[in-house]
C-alpha cells in the first residue's frame, strides 16, 4: 500500500474579517483589496489546515494499523509455505497444504485490495471535501473584502539546482504579486473553523471561485 501523500507563511489571525470593509495595511494581503484581486496558495493551506491534516493523520494510524494486520497474515502463509516443504511433492500431505496455501493467497489478495481501495477512496472524499471547504473559505473572504477575483499561486522557493522546481517557476501563472497573498488570512479562517458563526459559508450558486 502506498503512504498517504500528505501535503510555509505564518497565520495572521482574523483581525480583517472584524471590519470587513476596512483595508489592511500591512502584511501579505495588505493591497488585495485596494486592487481588486489576490493570490492564494492552496498547496500550502493544504499542509497547515489543521482539520486536514488530523485526518491525514488518523487515517496514517489506521493504515500502520492494517498493514500490521496483513502482515500477520502474510507470515502465516510463509509458515504455511515452509511446513509444505517438509513433504515430497507427491505427498497428499504436500498436496492438502499446497492447496491451502493456494487458497489463503487468493483471499489475502482479496483482502488487501479491498483494504487499499477503501483507503484511497476515503482519502479521495478527504481531499475532495478540504477542497471545498478551501474554495468556500476563498470565496467568503474575497467577497467580505471586495476582491474580484482570486488567482491559485505557489509561494514555496525555488531551487536553482532542481530541475523540476525550475520548470515550475517558468510555468507558473503567476509571476509577480504585490501584497496581495490572501493565504494566511484564508488559512486563518479555515482554522478558527469558518465565519464568525462557526460554519464555512456554501459557494454561492453560479459563481466560481477561480484558481
Do not use: C, W
Not at 3 to 10: E, G, K, N, R, T
Not at 139 to 154: P, T
Request: hydrophobic share 35%.
Amino acid at each position: 500500500m502506498k503512504a498517504l501523500h500528505l501535503f510555509s507563511i505564518v497565520s495572521l489571525g482574523l483581525a480583517a474579517l472584524a471590519s470587513p470593509t476596512s483595508a489592511q495595511q500591512t502584511g501579505p494581503s495588505a493591497n488585495s483589496a485596494r486592487y481588486g484581486y489576490g493570490v492564494v496558495d492552496v498547496t500550502y493551506i493544504f499542509k497547515h489546515y489543521q482539520r486536514f491534516t488530523t485526518s491525514m493523520e488518523n487515517m496514517k494510524k489506521e493504515m500502520e494499523s492494517a498493514d500490521g494486520q496483513i502482515k500477520t497474515e502474510r507470515d502465516a502463509i510463509v509458515e504455511k509455505e515452509r511446513a509444505r516443504e517438509q513433504y515430497n511433492p507427491g505427498a497428499p500431505e504436500f498436496k492438502q497444504i499446497d492447496e491451502e496455501i493456494a487458497r489463503l493467497k487468493a483471499e489475502f489478495q482479496l483482502k488487501a485490495g479491498k483494504i487499499r481501495r477503501d483507503f484511497l477512496e476515503r482519502e479521495a472524499q478527504v481531499y475532495y471535501q478540504t477542497y471545498q471547504e478551501v474554495s468556500n473559505a476563498v470565496q467568503y473572504y474575497a467577497q467580505q473584502h471586495n476582491i474580484g477575483m482570486v488567482l491559485r499561486f505557489n509561494g514555496d522557493a525555488i531551487d536553482p539546482n532542481n530541475r523540476e522546481d525550475i520548470l515550475r517557476a517558468i510555468n507558473k501563472p503567476v509571476v509577480f504579486q504585490n501584497n496581495v497573498d490572501i493565504t494566511p488570512d484564508v488559512l486563518a479562517l479555515l482554522n478558527r473553523g469558518g465565519t464568525p458563526g462557526g460554519t464555512l459559508p456554501a459557494a454561492s450558486a453560479g459563481a466560481a471561485t477561480k484558481y
